[in-house]
């Protein structure tokens, strides 16, 4: 299954695994049930008081938050909907890989570290995959009350707090996305702080903001919001012409990816010369809706950006 999948091949294969477009509907109203429901979790919390733990270092926190949050999720959809797989941040082991198989995908709190700060730059992330593509996404940050949904073939939408709801990409024509120089690019940081992968994102980064006569590429600028999914969001609605990440896991992006392709966008790898990147690449290039040459010259500018060098997880 590919973004170009036929709407035909694409009810093939749903039935294959006893699914149907209107199954996606429901899948897609329960799961912005359960993420209003988590939302309202993360509103009344207390980052000022709630606990967090390092995972890795002290740039990867965790919160009791974010684990009700994911007991929440699993439990509502496993009752909804038992035999499809579940796969989350919280309860993920070493190991475990995403399969053909239908399965949820969550991230319960993605900008953990700005939930922890207070700074209103969180969502929840949830999606269902089918033959390890996402075909339902939603995405939702209540501190803005901004709701994304996707469902393939059926387009995407942002509804906002004051339940409006609009179609994605915000601009119905989108504007020429012509070079580097005239883009918002969005990347993150991480948590890996040293090593070959930090250098290759520091130094693009400062290769992108760079004037041309230093041999940069002067994009308008960057922005980093803390989370992947939201980055995604706001490429999808046009609001950033492209995100650059590197390191991030399925359940930061996997929403995210299917609210961009129904908005008209792509998704390449961080990596050059790779036009097929896997769910758990952990290397995306999301590119907002534009004609595909130029969302291909692009991908193709960050790629040369980069030469030899690779991210490697």
Same mark, same amino acid.
């Given at each position: ?27 897609? *109203?329960? +799961?912005?049930?359960?993420?209003? @429901?988590? #939302? !309202? ?7 000022? /008081? &709630? ?33 499809? *797989?579940? +796969?989350?941040?919280?309860?993920? @082991?070493? #190991? !475990? ?7 949820? /995908? &969550? ?51 942002l509804t906002s707090a004051s339940g409006r709801t609009l179609q994605l990409p915000l601009r119905p024509t989108p504007a020429p996305l012509t070079s580097l120089n ?50 995604f969001c706001y490429v999808a609605a046009g609001q950033i012409d492209l995100f ?70």
């Amino acid at each position: 299954m590919t973004p170009t999948t036929t709407p035909g091949d694409f009810k093939v294969i749903l039935a294959q695994y006893m699914l149907s477009e209107k199954t996606l509907v429901e899948i897609r *109203d329960l +799961l912005v049930d359960v993420a209003r @429901k988590a #939302g !309202q979790m993360m509103l009344v919390a207390d980052p000022s /008081v &709630c606990t967090s733990d390092t995972k890795k270092n002290t740039s990867d926190r965790v919160t009791e938050t974010d684990k009700a949050i994911e007991k929440m999720v699993h439990s509502t959809l496993q009752s909804a909907y038992p035999n499809i *797989d579940f +796969l989350g941040e919280e309860t993920f @082991k070493v #190991g !475990q890989k995403l399969c053909n198989n239908p399965t949820f /995908v &969550c991230d319960p709190i993605d900008g953990t570290l700005n939930f922890i700060h207070g700074f209103p730059n969180t969502a929840v992330s949830l999606a269902l995959t089918v033959a390890k593509k996402p075909v339902v996404g939603v995405v939702y940050n209540p501190f803005r009350g901004d709701l994304y949904t996707a469902i393939k073939n059926k387009g995407a939408h942002l509804t906002s707090a004051s339940g409006r709801t609009l179609q994605l990409p915000l601009r119905p024509t989108p504007a020429p996305l012509t070079s580097l120089n005239g883009c918002l690019v969005a990347l993150e940081w991480g948590s890996e702080r040293h090593g070959p992968n930090w250098n290759l994102r520091s130094s693009i980064s400062q290769t992108l903001l760079s004037s041309r006569a230093s041999g940069g590429a002067m994009v308008h600028s960057i922005r980093s919001s803390g989370s992947a999914a939201l980055d995604f969001c706001y490429v999808a609605a046009g609001q950033i012409d492209l995100f650059w990440e590197g390191g991030c896991w399925i359940w930061d992006v996997c929403a995210g990816w299917c609210i961009l392709e129904e908005a008209g966008g792509v998704v390449a790898s961080a990596n050059p010369r790779d036009w097929q990147p896997e769910l758990e690449g952990r290397c995306y290039l999301a590119v907002r809706g534009a004609r595909r040459e130029e969302q291909e010259k692009v991908v193709q500018e960050i790629w040369a950006l980069m030469g030899d060098r690779r991210f490697t997880f």
